[in-house]
């Protein structure tokens, strides 16, 4: 039987993929020629994006789960109501993680401009 995965859960993983094609990679994922010179990346943005958040996903201290293994409620209506109201706050905070991301996006390409066509 596939893995259920719910649809808040994937619609957040399909904003931080289209994130992750813009994200700049990560500075300690490039190579130095030793001129002192950044070059070219070993990671990309989309690759380190979606290694850090599929790690999230799959680490079991991150949530709880909505449902048992056979895909029947675990401890009754009440407790799938409330691990349902984590599932949307854990899905809110991921969402404030993806406008860091499209931040830190913005700032990498102010950056990028600034340095571009300063008068120095």
Known sequence: MPNKIH?????????????????????HALLSSGSGELDSPI????????????????????????????????????????????????VGRGRAMVREMEGIIRLHKYRAMKQRYSDR
């Open 7 to 27: 649809p808040l859960v994937r619609d957040l993983y399909k904003r931080v993929i289209v994130m992750g094609y813009k994200y700049p990679p990560p500075e």
């Open 43 to 90: 990671e990309t943005g989309i690759q380190y994006v979606r290694r850090k958040w599929k790690d999230a996903l799959r680490d079991p201290s991150n949530f709880t789960p909505l449902y048992g293994s056979r895909g029947d409620d675990v401890g009754g209506e009440d407790n799938v109501l409330l691990n349902e109201n984590e599932l949307r706050k854990s």
